[in-house]
């Protein structure tokens, strides 16, 4: 059996009057990223990793911004669409470890449902994937309520 790790991170400005979606779910906030799909950095940042793993490139290659196709495209549908280009491949999930830096909301009412959300596409157990939350203690963009970063690492596996 080959294994194989792969680590991704995104970041997005937040603004105001736009949705907040994280980890595949739309959060309760009058706030949201800025970007050229839904913004959901979380899975962004989780497609960097797979995509890495497998040697496949980034999110930016299969994904452009400069695409009208992926306009305000459903960052699930993204994720989906990578885990089939490693399926593709050989290529199987293993595991997911995802940390997002985030000021405001506080995310622990929301991790159990992004982890729902998240283990099917992947297709692994829930149990599978791991999403913590931080704050940066107020410094630096993330703690002045400017933006959000996410830190993905995954483990991939091929028989």
């Not at 290529?91 to 982890?115: C, F, H, S």
Request: proline letters at 5%; glycine letters at 12%; aromatic letters at 6%.
């Amino acid at each position: 059996m080959q294994i194989r790790i792969g680590q991704g991170y995104d970041v997005h400005a937040i603004a105001d009057g736009l949705p907040m979606w994280l980890g595949g779910i739309q959060l309760p906030s009058d706030k949201g990223f800025v970007a050229h799909s839904d913004g959901d950095v979380a899975i962004h940042a989780l497609c960097d990793a797979l995509l890495g793993a497998a040697a496949l490139g980034d999110i930016g290659l299969h994904f452009p911004d400069s695409s009208p196709q992926w306009k305000d495209a459903d960052s699930k549908g993204l994720l989906r669409r990578v885990v089939e280009m490693l399926s593709k491949e050989g290529w199987k999930v293993g595991n997911a470890d995802i940390t997002i830096a985030l000021q405001a909301p506080k995310l622990r009412p929301y991790i159990d449902e992004m982890r729902s959300v998240l283990a099917p596409i992947l297709g692994v157990p829930v149990d599978a994937v791991s999403v913590k939350a931080t704050t940066t203690e107020h410094l630096g963009f993330v703690g002045r309520g400017e933006g959000c970063e996410v830190w993905a690492v995954v483990l991939i596996e091929k028989d």
